[in-house]
């Protein structure tokens, strides 16, 4: 009977997933097509295929819908390990590398989230307060690894002008400008965003 029951649970939990994937997916869709603003949970809800009172019972709010995106973005066991990697590299070359591949596969999985988020923040100010402590992570992130370079290559300097160069560079709106503007592969993006912060942190201006 346990597992008759455990089954059961596994199978309502599978569901459950496909649901939010589904209500997820669609939410990614209208919020680029038509606006965050603009968009209404039946909106989504008719664009996911399941009934309103579903998207209610899942998120409550489109606030949050919204947030399930970001934390799709933020929650990314890979980009984590290689932001992880380059605060431990031994060189700034090898910290330099597994930062752009950080950034390459954060970008790459969710630059139009970040974009959504940053127009919906205009709008709503508990997202707007969210999205300031987003950047003020990421400011902290990218300090870290501006430090970590200063110690392992004294040559640089101060790291605050190392810490702008980096932020510079690895903005979203650039990823998308490349790939989605011009066509670039993420691949190419990479070695480009790796070429270009090695160049940069290491040049004369940036000390």
């Not at 596994?10 to 209208?30: D, M, N, Y």
């Not at 993420?186 to 000390?207: C, F, K």
């Amino acid at each position: 009977m346990r597992n008759v029951k455990s089954r059961s649970g596994s199978l309502r939990a599978e569901r459950a997933g496909v649901t939010r994937q589904r209500i997820e997916s669609a939410a990614r869709v209208l919020f680029t097509r038509q606006g965050y603003a603009t968009t209404t949970l039946r909106e989504l809800a008719a664009e996911a295929d399941v009934a309103v009172q579903t998207v209610y019972a899942v998120y409550g709010t489109k606030g949050n819908v919204l947030r399930a995106l970001i934390r799709s973005v933020v929650d990314d066991p890979e980009a984590d390990a290689a932001a992880g990697e380059a605060i431990q590299a031994p060189t700034v070359e090898a910290s330099l590398a597994a930062f752009a591949r950080s950034i390459r596969r954060r970008w790459e999985a969710g630059h139009d989230v970040v974009r959504i988020h940053a127009e919906a923040a205009s709008a709503d100010p508990e997202l707007r307060q969210e999205a300031a402590f987003a950047l003020a992570a990421r400011g902290r992130g990218i300090g870290t690894l501006a430090g970590h370079l200063v110690h392992i290559a004294p040559r640089l300097g101060d790291p605050r002008p190392v810490a702008a160069i980096l932020d510079a560079l690895t903005l979203p709106a650039i990823f998308e400008a490349l790939t989605t503007g011009h066509g670039w592969t993420a691949d190419a993006y990479e070695a480009w965003l790796q070429r270009m912060m090695s160049g940069a942190v290491g040049a004369p201006e940036a000390r």
